[in-house]
């Protein structure tokens, strides 16, 4: 009994240091830290209210409030692997959309190190969301969190080989956003069929304007032709 409540506090005295460490408007922050008069740990977060990503995916969101969302994520996860931390548990039920679209990245109690291994005999993850080379617990780096990152989204960033991932999660972002933007993305190699479908759903109204413009010209001019 003592053992667990040990292995709980020291999991949430370790959050509390990585969350001291990531000051991130997608990333709730520590107000304070203590130790109730028994011994057990506390620590005070800010409130947040809205509804797990998950439960949103059930009731259905539109594919533009999706790619929002995940573009919001990948930017905490950035954040984070910038400051050196893996949070090695990225899933749906993680993620908190708030009452005013805020997008949060919660539970970063499995948070470790990049490049350190998950522990000796230790698997920590969500299985689904957790890379191979995560689930048997060898040394991890950013593609760890790619890869949990893919599950909800690509499956070029859930390639089991961490070399056909993308390498960051901010080159996972950055394909995301091109993607939202109807730029090519690294992910899917165009032939020029669907490079040329992309450019017209991109520059539809574009391409409507020419055409309206070469109908009425090519009317025009046989109409000139006619009367002349």
Known sequence: MRSAAAAVAARLRAEARVLAMLEHPGI???????????????????????ARLDQLLVHG????????????????VVFAHSRGVLHRDLKPQ?????????????????????????GANEVAGTPGFMAPEQATGGPIDARADVFSLGRIIAAKASALDPAARYASAADLAADVARWHAGAAVAALPERWP??????????????????????????FELWRSRFT
């Not at 969101?61 to 573009?71: C, L, M, S, T, Y």
């Open 28 to 50: 709730v922050p520590v107000h304070d830290v203590g130790t109730l008069p028994d011994g057990r740990l506390w620590y005070a977060m800010k409130q947040v209210r809205g």
């Open 61 to 76: 969101i539109a594919n533009p409030e999706k790619f929002r969302v995940f573009e919001r994520i990948g930017e905490a």
């Open 94 to 118: 993680n993620v908190m959309v708030g009452e005013f679209g805020e997008v949060l990245v919660l539970d970063w109690g499995l948070a470790v190190a990049a490049g350190k291994p998950s």
């Open 194 to 219: 669907q490079k040329l479908a992309r450019h017209y759903r991109s520059y539809r109204a574009a391409y409507w304007l020419i055409g309206t413009y070469v109908v009425l010209r090519v009317a």
